[in-house]
């Protein structure tokens, strides 16, 4: 978090014990929410122009100025925000606010390395979703259905369309790298891809290539702009509907299960499986994208936090987990497939990629 204890006190809360460090996640989760807000009411977005004061701030944000003195002064002890007293006579006397430079860079919706998508998200996610958490894991279920919960909420739905164009978008060139295509190979399926970043990546680099993409219709929307916006539309076949139950058809060299596995329990898996291997061709490669529970190395502790944290979320919200490589194996081998095999992605080393084959002749 932005906030950061000195080394005295660090020391008391984290190695002598003497101070307690839960107080710590409190002021962390007071500082996560005090920051939504500001995000929310278009505080970092005005300040990003220049520093403001309150009553400037307050008209642009349609505020209570009182109220937002005192969000503004809990960011400047939260790190979000700076704050200057006024001097000298053509200054005045006017306190002023700032963003810090982490604030700029990482919270503003046009900033290059934008994660304020992923902020406000997670903030809906958290805020909405997990008041219940104790009823989920008393009862060993899902206390919401989290893609129902999202399809009501456009703007919530964006913003995590735009959460995973960015990791697509930084996974993308190592993933088509990696993944092996038949000789000849024209049909890609992709399940789950909405935003159509991986289908595209690969009609890129494949031209004969054309995709189908299956997901729920907001998910699809924001994907059509951008295969509009690389004049690959007559390349595409958009379909709406549900993963499970679905039929993807026959005769695809390639399908893609990126990031959805985790969100359905194993009966769910299983039968998703049968059908993606009913639709690969003989010779064809399944591909999947999982973060996995035993965590690489190269993630770190807050990589492995991350994980931990995302497993909980999805048993609240969906009825899934992370599930180990030797569950997928287990799967894909039960479906159809052989020669599971995985690679963890050295650019996000919570990832890893699970490949298998389609028995019988390769395309081409």
Known sequence: MPVTPGPDELRRYVETNEA??????????????????????????????????????????????RGLTELL????????????????????TEVTYANTAATDTWLRLDAPDDYASAFSFWQAVI???????????RKGSRAVDFYSWIEQRPSTLREFQTMLNGLAESLKDDLVDLIPVPAGATRLLDIGGGHARYSLAFCR???????????????????????????????FTLREGDWLGADFGTGHDVALLFNILHGNGVEENKALLRAAATSVAPGGTVALLEPLPDVDKAAGRLGEAHVRLFSLNLF?????????????????????????????????????????????????
């Open 127 to 137: 805020g909405e979703l997990w008041t219940d958490l104790e009823v989920s894991v």
């Open 205 to 235: 680099r494949h031209d004969r290539m054309r995709a189908t993409i299956v997901d729920l219709p907001g998910a699809l929307a924001i994907g059509a702009e951008a295969i509009a916006a690389e004049g690959m539309t007559d390349r």
């Open 316 to 364: 609240h919200t969906q009825g899934g987990r992370t599930y180990s490589f030797d569950e997928y194996a287990d799967w894909l081998t039960a479906a159809g497939f052989v020669n599971p095999r995985r690679q963890v992605l050295e650019s996000a080393p919570t990832e890893c990629v699970i490949l298998a084959d389609k028995p019988g002749a390769t395309a081409g």
């Open 73 to 92: 002064e809990a960011l400047v002890s939260f790190g979000y925000l700076t704050r200057t007293e006024g001097s000298g006579e053509a200054e005045g």
């Open 20 to 65: 307690p460090a839960p107080y710590l996640d409190f002021i962390g989760a007071v500082s996560f929410r005090a920051a939504g807000a500001g995000f929310r009411l278009g505080v970092f977005e005005e300040l990003h122009r220049g520093p403001l004061g309150v009553a400037a701030l307050a008209g642009r944000t349609a505020t209570d100025e």
